[in-house]
């Protein structure tokens, strides 16, 4: 899993509340169980002017140029809500997104960003509403910078806001751990306690 700790970058307005994971990824985009090619499925029934085709809508945010390159999304309350699907969080990945910035998010793709190397920041909507109207007049230079070191992100004209995340998910971002990862952390406590539980219950373990 790639780690994350700043990124300094484009950060594109998607404020709506309740973005689910099929409008993140159509099912019918989804053609396979790999985390790969989903990218151009990536929001689209909004990116594009008809069901299944590939011309761009540009009145979607990530179709705009001024929005290139975007790897920072700012959306509204309850991002990621719906199905449990972990490729709406696969599809943000392939495009390029490393960061959403929302006020809630559904758990399940909370837990997704973080096993996959996205980190899901809580800002309070007028937070991100400032930082969307401060990004607005030139979006590739007034850029966005995620911390996780400090918790902190910063916009232009000197904001900045804290936001809170869980110690082991830092840790797992920080790192660039998935969840065996972690745990392998502690393979000799594993191991010792294997250990023990073979000499009390020894007819639980297979005779090598």
Same mark, same amino acid.
């Given at each position: 899993m790639r780690r994350f700790d700043v990124l300094t970058a484009v950060a594109a307005p998607l404020i709506r509340a309740n973005v689910d994971t099929d409008a993140i990824i159509p099912s019918r985009e989804m053609k396979s169980i790999s985390?790969?090619?989903?990218?151009?499925?990536?929001?689209?029934?909004?990116? +594009?002017?008809?069901? %299944? %085709?590939?011309?761009?809508?540009?009145?979607?945010?990530?179709? =705009?140029?001024? +929005?290139?390159?975007? =790897?920072?999304?700012?959306? %509204?309350?309850?991002?990621?809500?719906?199905?449990?699907?972990?490729?709406?969080?696969?599809?943000?990945?392939? +495009? %390029?997104?490393?960061?959403?910035?929302?006020?809630?998010?559904?758990?399940?793709?909370?837990?997704n960003c973080i096993r996959n190397g996205i980190l899901p920041v809580r800002l309070d909507a007028t937070s991100i509403a400032r930082l969307a109207a401060s990004v607005a007049p030139d979006p590739q230079q007034r850029l966005v910078t995620v911390d996780l070191v400090r918790q902190r992100v910063a916009g232009p004209e000197g904001l900045e806001f804290a936001f809170d995340i869980e110690r082991e998910e830092r840790e797992m971002l920080l790192e660039g751990l998935d969840a065996i990862d972690l745990t392998l952390r502690h393979r000799a406590d594993i191991e010792a306690f294997r250990a023990r539980d073979r000499e009390q219950r020894p007819w639980i373990y297979l005779r090598s």
């Open positions: 985390k790969h090619g989903l990218a151009d499925g990536l929001f689209a029934g909004w990116r +594009y002017t008809t069901i %299944g %085709g590939r011309d761009p809508d540009a009145r979607f945010v990530l179709n =705009q140029a001024a +929005y290139k390159g975007t =790897q920072i999304l700012l959306s %509204g309350e309850n991002f990621g809500c719906g199905s449990s699907r972990e490729h709406a969080v696969w599809a943000l990945l392939e +495009y %390029g997104i490393r960061s959403v910035v929302a006020p809630s998010f559904a758990p399940i793709f909370h837990g």
